[in-house]
Each structure stands twice: as C-alpha cells, then as structure tokens.
C-alpha cells in the first residue's frame, strides 16, 4: 500500500532515493551490506514527514519546528548509515544526501514547508 501525502507518493519517493543511493555506490557489496538500513531509513523519513503533516495541520509545528525535528532524524539516518562496518564517514554523507536529495523536493510538496 502505498504511503501518499498531500498528493505525494512517498513509497515511491523511497524508491527513488534507494535508486539514487544504488547508482551512487560503485561496489555491489556495499549496496548490499547498505540495503536494508537504509529502506529503513526511507521508512523513517516517511513516517516523519507524515508525522510533520499532522503536527502542521494541527498547529501544533510550524516550519521552524519541522525542520528542528528533521534535523533529530538525519543525525539518527546518518548513525545508523555509519554502522556499518564497511562504510566510511565520507560515503556515509554521500549516501545519506543522496537519499535526502531525493526526499527534499517530496517533503517540499507535500508540507509546503523547506524542512530538509
């Protein structure tokens, strides 16, 4: 089931930012070893920006606040992308921009908000 948030379609977003992160990394292994953190980093990005939309409908976030609790999560995405044995501190940040590169425009469109 797809996840769709203000008209955006965010499972395929996560698609996309794998792809990016795949084409991005020279060496199968290492996609390999990566691919499963990071379709759970995708995952939480979504949950995030679906969390944020709430919280924006609510009153409760406005733009500032969103950004201040993205902010949180890409420290976690970028942890989590270091844990991996194989990877080094400078592709971990290439792998984790490629995936927000991708969710920047997403995020854009369905909050209305510049967050990531």
């Known amino acids: ?5 203000n008209g955006v379609n965010f499972t395929q977003v996560g ?6 992160v795949r084409v991005l990394l020279e060496d199968p292994g290492t996609w390999k070893s990566l691919k499963d953190i990071l379709q759970n980093v995708a ?3 979504t949950a995030d920006i679906k969390f944020i939309a709430r919280k924006k409908l609510s009153g409760e976030f406005n733009e500032d606040d969103a950004r201040v609790y993205l ?3 890409k ?11 194989i990877i080094t501190l400078q592709l971990a940040e290439k792998v984790l921009n490629a ?3 991708v ?3 997403a995020a ?6 510049t967050v990531l």
């Open 108 to 113: 854009r469109q369905a909050l209305g908000w």
């Open 103 to 105: 969710f920047r425009g």
């Open 75 to 85: 420290t976690i995405a970028r942890v989590r992308i270091r844990s991996v044995a």
């Open 15 to 20: 698609k996309d930012a794998l792809e990016a």
């Open 71 to 73: 902010e949180d999560q």
């Open 99 to 101: 995936m927000l590169d």
């Open 43 to 45: 995952d939480g990005l």
């Open 1 to 5: 089931m797809a996840t769709t948030i």
